[in-house]
Nanobody, 126 residues
Framework: HVQLVESGGGSVQAGEYLRLSCAASRVPTSQLCLGWFRQAPGKEREGVASISSGSFTTYHADSVKGRFTISRDNAKNTLYLQMNSLKPEDTAMYYC???????????????????WGQGTQVTVSS
């Protein structure tokens, strides 16, 4: 089984930035589609961004395009989410997730992912 551990969350002001990290263990990340999801209180889980295994193709939700960037370092078995120009509506628990192979057209669907981290809280105040 893949083990995922997120870090980097915190409380910031609107307009500031955070960088989330997700350390994977037990399986090389080079074989995995890796993604970031978020869930705010009272809202459904939302796919934020994903990055495919071999091609490094990335996908970003429209709500974060131009502000968030997903990346991976397979040598460190780590996934990142650089979040710039944060807004109060970005406040949520952020989760790292993984599934085997390419991300494809279902990258945003949490039900297609096999492994999940415990989450890290991001709070953005205005």
């Amino acid at each position: 089984h893949v083990q995922l551990v997120e870090s980097g969350g915190g409380s910031v002001q609107a307009g500031e930035y955070l960088r989330l990290s997700c350390a994977a263990s037990r399986v090389p990340t080079s074989q995995l589609c890796l993604g970031w999801f978020r869930q705010a209180p009272g809202k459904e889980r939302e796919g934020v961004a994903s990055i495919s295994s071999g091609s490094f193709t990335t996908y970003h939700a429209d709500s974060v395009k131009g502000r968030f960037t997903i990346s991976r370092d397979n040598a460190k078995n780590t996934l990142y989410l650089q979040m710039n120009s944060l807004k109060p509506e970005d406040t949520a628990m952020y989760y790292c997730a993984a599934k085997w192979g390419m991300c494809g057209g279902t990258w945003y669907r949490g039900d297609t992912y096999d492994y999940w981290g415990q989450g890290t809280q991001v709070t953005v105040s205005s």
